[in-house]
């Protein structure tokens, strides 16, 4: 069974220019997560969504986070402008449901500068 | 907002020795999660425990749930040096997503 791809492994940008991550979760999971990870920290839950309807999106900043999920398959997050504490790992993760094991893909480590 | 939260923060212990550590959490949950990170890693599962149930096992691994303390505690017997990782309660609370605690870093001594 395939895991939850996440592209791009890495990516390097400067203050307020924008960029955007991407996320194929694991076939049939209707859950999909958002999260950020500031190192040394927790995963913090950027958004939540069921098949493409949002969930949870409390802690998305949303003056510059946006994120989709089209189709209810593979999902987008974008920040724009990126900001110097947006340095962080972009954690996507999917489920079955809700209330099951969540299976993460390996994150982009987002640096920006 | 962060609902669960581990104890202690950092763990060093001897290779073959027990470790313990433990998740507290706020509010009522539909069930409570552990998952171990390696450094530079993704996130793994390891236990799903149900507001329902008291005690889990899988291979080394023990979870409790104590519903009444709104307390967790992870056991990992005969500690191994692959053991050495960060590890996580989260919590599911009704139809929102998975909140993560700080972690407990842990470092097993060859």
């Known amino acids: 069974e395939a895991g939850v791809a996440q592209s791009p492994r890495y990516k390097i940008i400067e203050k307020r220019q924008s960029v955007a991550f991407w996320c194929n979760p694991i076939?049939?999971?209707?859950?999909l997560y958002w999260y950020q990870q500031i190192l040394g920290q927790g995963p913090k839950l950027l958004i939540q969504f069921q098949n493409n309807g949002v969930v949870d999106d409390s802690q998305l900043p949303k003056d510059r986070f946006s994120a989709e999920r089209l189709k209810g398959v593979d999902s987008t997050l974008k920040i724009q402008p990126a900001k110097l504490e947006d340095s962080a790992v972009y954690l996507c993760a999917s489920s079955f449901s809700e209330n099951t094991e969540a299976f993460f893909g390996q994150g982009t480590r987002l640096t920006v500068v | 907002s962060q609902q669960g939260e581990e104890d202690p923060q950092a763990l060093s212990i001897q290779e073959g020795e027990n470790a313990t550590m433990n998740c507290s959490y706020k509010t009522s949950i539909n069930n409570l999660q552990w998952y171990r990170q390696n450094s530079g890693r993704g996130l793994v599962h390891l236990i799903l425990i149900r507001s329902n149930e008291r005690e889990k096992h899988s291979g080394r691994l023990r979870v409790t749930l104590d519903t009444s303390k709104k307390s967790s505690s992870l056991l990992i017997t005969a500690s191994r040096a692959a053991d050495t990782a960060s590890y996580f309660c989260a919590t599911v609370i009704g139809a929102d997503g998975l909140t993560f605690g700080k972690g407990t870093h842990l470092i097993i001594q060859p």
């Open positions: 076939s049939g999971h209707a859950t």
